[in-house]
């Protein structure tokens, strides 16, 4: 096999010659599995009653979490995070019901939410994600105050040992000067604002194996857990058209930071890379890389197993986006027609055309068959009935997300995991799948969902105004 050569050049990828045995390498960064889109969305059975749950995190810590619950027929709520005494929710509306909860640092916490009402008690718990990256602004700005007391003290303790001709003067300053040094020594131990990112690097052979590397001084990388079975999640979108989707899995290496992976046949161009990973310490990572790819015409080993392909229409703000279609229930459905016959629907309970941001929205996906029924094979695709990608066109957002909640698959709740393995093992699985999620911010977004049937992975695109 030809030596593997890397260039290192930051944010600025190069494409290479495709004979070239090596391509290239650059490297970028990201906070957490969910680029933009910090917000946790979970729709649960909470005992008798199903709930949709929004937690909504501070944008610097210790801060203020908002919590908003939507449930029926129940009359009281207590939420807390970890050992913290419980806090009633505040009805807001009918069903829904709002709290602010005193988060101190940004790592992973426990969330237990209880309920009352007409049918009785209903619980619910579940591991809301670390969010180191929005802890920087106060370790530097107490490093600063700590500093800044400690200075005044040191003057203080100066000033009264010159001043004073008695003992306990003196006593009193060198109680004063231990006091400014500890608080200097105290300053020190407080951790700096900087969060390091997970940086990735790759480099790809003349055969299209693609070589990957994440790096980071604080991670080792041996804590790593699968999500929906697999250590990694790599996700290809071709820019500017946002037109190809490559979901693939890449194999860890005995090096525990390194993974390989294979490239299907796929048309050259540029790339955006996102890989999805998680930690068992409740930190989600996503490491991105903007790279040119040269086409692969052939591959070593054909696509199977869970990693897909999927092609869709450019994207563009020009372009007339489909008419809404009235389902019998009244809904407006917009549909993605895929390449085999089958079709894809997507609706809103509010309406596909009133979708705003910061508003949780339960996003319901049918597959239908050439006939127009609801696909008959439906498989669990990667353990779930769905997965979907949510893309912000200029890139500001990037979110996977599974019926549920945008939670990884480790930190649902326990009465969504069984239910999902009951299905695998002993029902069909519905053409229909449920995901709730709030849109961060304005824009124009591409939603990608994935559905399998039988052994046949679907991938659908549709496009969002949210405003």
């Not at 990608?389 to 909640?405: E, K, N, Q, S, T």
Request: charged residues 10%.
């Amino acid at each position: 096999m030809p030596a593997l050569r890397q260039i290192r050049v930051p944010y600025t990828p190069r494409l290479w010659g495709r004979g070239l045995a090596v391509l290239l390498l650059c490297a970028a960064t990201a906070a957490r599995a969910h680029i933009g889109s910090p917000d946790t969305f979970v729709q649960a059975n909470a005992g008798p009653y199903t709930v949709l749950l929004s937690v909504h995190p501070p944008t610097a810590y210790p801060g203020a979490a908002q919590v908003e619950l939507r449930a029926a027929d129940i009359t009281s709520a207590t939420v807390a995070l970890g050992a913290s005494a419980p806090q009633p929710l505040q009805s807001s509306g009918p069903g829904v019901y709002t709290a602010s909860l005193w988060t101190p640092t940004s790592a992973a916490h426990f969330l237990h939410l209880r309920l009352t009402g007409e049918q009785g008690t209903g619980a619910l718990d579940l591991t809301l994600p670390a969010n180191p990256a929005a802890a920087s602004p106060t370790p530097n700005r107490n490093r600063e105050l700590f500093f800044l007391f400690a200075l005044l003290l040191a003057l203080l303790a100066i000033a009264i040992a010159i001043t004073s001709r008695k003992p306990l003067g003196r006593i009193a300053a060198l109680a004063i000067a231990i006091a400014a040094a500890a608080l200097c020594v105290f300053a020190l131990r407080t951790p700096r604002s900087s969060v390091p990112a997970t940086q990735l690097a790759a480099t790809l052979n003349s055969t299209g194996m693609l070589h990957l590397t994440l790096t980071n001084p604080h991670e080792s990388f041996l804590d790593l857990v699968p999500d929906d079975g697999k250590l990694l999640h790599l996700f290809l979108i071709r820019q500017p058209r946002l037109d190809l989707l490559i979901h693939l899995h890449p194999t860890q290496e005995k090096v525990p930071n390194q993974f390989d992976v294979q490239l299907p046949v796929m048309p050259s161009g540029a790339y955006s890379l996102y890989a999805d990973l998680y930690h068992a310490t409740g930190v989600e990572d996503t490491a991105t890389l903007n790279l040119d790819l040269p086409g692969q015409s052939t591959s070593p080993t054909p696509l199977a197993g869970d990693d897909s392909v999927g092609s869709a229409a450019p994207i563009s703000a020009a372009a007339p986006r489909p008419e809404p279609i009235p389902l019998p229930s009244g809904q407006l459905s917009r549909t993605a027609h895929l390449l085999d016959g089958y079709t894809m629907q997507l609706t809103t309970a509010a309406g596909i055309q009133q979708i705003h941001p910061h508003t949780a929205q339960l996003l319901t996906v049918t597959l239908l068959d050439p006939a127009g029924q609801p696909a008959k094979d439906m498989a669990l695709y990667l353990g779930m009935p769905a997965h979907a990608v949510v893309y912000r066109a200029d890139g500001g957002v990037f979110a996977h997300i599974h019926p549920g909640g945008t939670l990884p698959m480790t930190s649902m709740p326990v009465m969504n995991l069984d239910a999902m393995s009951t299905m695998s093992t002993a029902e069909p699985v519905p053409a229909t799948a449920t995901i709730p999620y709030g849109f961060p911010s304005p824009g124009l977004y591409r939603l990608f969902i994935q559905m399998r049937h039988s052994k046949v992975v679907e991938t659908a695109a549709f496009d969002l105004n949210v405003q």
